[in-house]
Each structure stands twice: as C-alpha cells, then as structure tokens.
C-alpha cells in the first residue's frame, strides 16, 4: 500500500512528547528532565524505524475506545487526530500499552515475547510503576 499521495506528517512520537512534557504545569524539573532525557534516548529508535523505509497511511491512535458502531452495527474507526505517514507497527503498539499501563493481564500476555526487538528503558517509578513481582 505505501505512504498516501498527500501532506500527511511524519509519525513522531518524540515531538509530541517534548511538547507535552515541556507545556506540563507543575512537573518538578527533576522528573521534566528524566522525561526529556527518556525522549533523547528514544528519538533515535524511532529514526531508525523510519529509516526501514516501510511507512504507510496510520490512524496514530488505534484503540478500542477510538472504535464506535454504525446504525447497522458495524464498527467504525474515529479520532483521526493523529493521522499520519509512519510503521505499520505504530497501530499495534496501543493494546499492549495500555494493558502495562492500566495493571490489566489482557490478550497480549499470552504472546510470547518479540524477538530481535528491545524496548527503550523506562525508568521505574517516572512514567510507570514497577511491576508487582518487583515490589
């Protein structure tokens, strides 16, 4: 399929953090500048996702409560705040996240684990806690 004929952005998660961690009345600059320097460690990740070369039309924000029903009760795809050109991958990320995020065991957890592939580190006790065996 490919990337769309259009002005469609280039998916960057980075940027959008930046500004959100940047604009965010009351963080303490201690937990502003472990955030920024989270974002410093994963801008060139997400280069190098794009560098694979394979981008192509995505929602940004493909998750269950971004699905509606039509009168005949087909879904219906909403939110297309975060349309853009990027991985194919980018889609798929939301499920597991929020299951990490929310502390819910859902259909992720019987996968195994991605192989070839390594996750940023996050630091424990910032943006997530730490799991419950780690406690």
């Known amino acids: 399929m490919g990337a769309p004929e259009s002005?469609?952005?280039?998916?960057?998660?980075?940027s959008y953090a930046r500004r959100r961690i940047t604009d965010a009345d009351g963080l303490p600059d201690t937990d502003r500048q472990i955030l920024l320097d989270w974002c410093d460690r994963l801008a060139p990740r997400i280069d190098a996702l794009?560098?694979?070369?394979?981008?192509?039309l995505i929602h940004g924000d493909a998750h269950v409560g971004n699905l509606l029903r039509d009168a005949n009760g087909q879904p219906v795809l909403c939110d297309f705040?975060?349309?853009?050109?990027?991985?194919?991958?980018?889609?798929?990320?939301?499920?597991p996240v929020g299951e990490a995020r929310f502390k819910r065991a859902g259909p992720t957890a019987a996968l195994p684990p991605p192989?070839?592939?390594?996750?940023?580190?996050?630091?424990?006790?910032?943006?997530?806690?730490?799991?419950?065996?780690?406690r």
């Open 7 to 14: 002005a469609l952005p280039r998916w960057d998660p980075v």
């Open 50 to 56: 794009h560098a694979q070369g394979s981008t192509t």
């Open 81 to 95: 705040d975060a349309t853009s050109s990027g991985p194919w991958q980018a889609d798929l990320v939301a499920v």
């Open 115 to 134: 192989t070839g592939m390594t996750s940023p580190s996050i630091p424990t006790g910032h943006c997530y806690a730490k799991p419950a065996s780690s």
